[in-house]
């Protein structure tokens, strides 16, 4: 049904390392032939799908594991994207905090709550091992108990709160200390580059260049 809906289109399967075997052949004959049946119909359907796939798993282990059919494997791999972890995304992390505010704030219809500076460093220091999901679940939970319109370390789980301590270590450069304290004003500003080189009184350029440094 799916495959139908996005005929001459696009069909994003999310997780496909998690199929079983049966679904993966089942896959396997509908990319390859790009033709479907419909349940209790003996005719075929011609379809032109484009199919993306995601996952968080190595398929290729899965594959030497025989967990996952090597020629579906050789089919997907036409262009490869490997997305780096959160972690190493230091400015993704201050847009998506702000899209999960507007989202939940919406959703709830509650004031979207402004997050401290101490907070925003916390969890830019984090190690988020489980990455977007992770994140998104945080600040939604976030957003659920504060009673007040500002959220501190205190509201981030005990595991956060110490990532503002030890995120300060003395074993960094000067420029590693000052890319440290620019993040943290475009995060003060909700991610507008612009306004962060204002009021750090350097250009977009310049910003940029420092933000590179880790």
């Known amino acids: 049904g799916y495959f139908q809906m996005a005929d001459s289109g696009t069909l994003f399967l999310d997780e496909i390392g998690d199929a079983s075997l049966q679904m993966q052949a089942k896959?396997?004959?509908?990319?390859?032939?790009?033709?479907?049946?419909?349940?209790?119909?003996?005719q075929s359907l011609t379809i032109n799908t484009r199919v993306v796939t995601a996952t968080n798993k190595n398929l290729w282990q899965l594959v030497q594991k025989g967990l996952f059919r090597e020629d579906l494997y050789y089919r997907l791999n036409v262009i490869s994207l490997e997305v780096p972890p959160l972690r190493e995304r230091h400015?993704?992390?201050?847009?998506?905090?702000?899209?999960?505010?507007?989202?939940?704030?919406?959703?709830?219809?509650?004031?979207?709550?402004?997050?401290?500076?101490?907070?925003?460093?916390?969890l830019t220091n984090y190690s988020w091992p489980g990455n977007v999901r992770e994140l998104e679940n945080l600040i939604q939970r976030?957003?659920?108990?504060?009673d007040c319109n500002t959220i501190?370390?205190?509201?981030?789980?005990?595991?956060?709160?110490?990532?503002?301590?030890?995120?300060?270590?003395?074993?960094?450069?000067?420029?590693?200390?000052?890319?440290?304290?620019?993040?943290?004003?475009?995060?003060?500003?909700?991610?507008?580059?612009?306004?962060?080189?204002?009021?750090?009184?350097?250009?977009?350029?310049?910003?940029?260049?420092?933000?590179?440094?880790?």
Do not use: W
Not at 142 to 146: D, G, P, Y
């Open 27 to 42: 896959l396997l004959r509908v990319i390859q032939d790009q033709t479907i049946h419909q349940v209790g119909s003996s």
């Open 91 to 122: 400015d993704d992390i201050f847009l998506l905090i702000d899209y999960f505010l507007e989202k939940y704030s919406h959703h709830l219809d509650r004031p979207k709550p402004i997050i401290k500076n101490d907070a925003l460093s916390s």
């Open 142 to 146: 976030l957003v659920i108990i504060t």
């Open 152 to 214: 501190e370390v205190a509201d981030l789980p005990e595991s956060m709160r110490f990532c503002v301590t030890f995120g300060k270590c003395l074993n960094r450069t000067l420029a590693q200390f000052e890319a440290e304290y620019v993040r943290d004003v475009l995060a003060s500003v909700g991610g507008n580059k612009t306004q962060a080189a204002n009021i750090l009184d350097i250009d977009r350029k310049t910003l940029r260049e420092k933000l590179k440094i880790r």
